[in-house]
């Protein structure tokens, strides 16, 4: 149980990444300007979801 909800934090933690350092970038410099919206937004809300589930994997250990 526990290793698959640090696993989930890592994979919240890389999208989320991602998504902040690659896709809103991209969107940027093609003047997409919801999409750099969107990808921003979940960018943040991946990495909330992954500092959440590391703290709740630490404390259920």
Do not use: N
């Not at 937004?41 to 709740?56: C, D, K, R, Y």
Request: net charge positive; aromatic share 14%.
């Amino acid at each position: 149980m526990f290793r698959v909800l640090a696993f989930t934090a890592a994979l919240f933690l890389f999208s989320g990444l991602v998504l902040l350092l690659v896709d809103h970038r991209v969107y940027k410099v093609r003047q997409m300007q919801k999409e750099q919206k969107v990808a921003r937004f979940f960018g943040w809300v991946q990495l909330s979801l992954a500092s959440v589930s590391l703290l709740i994997s630490l404390i259920m250990q």
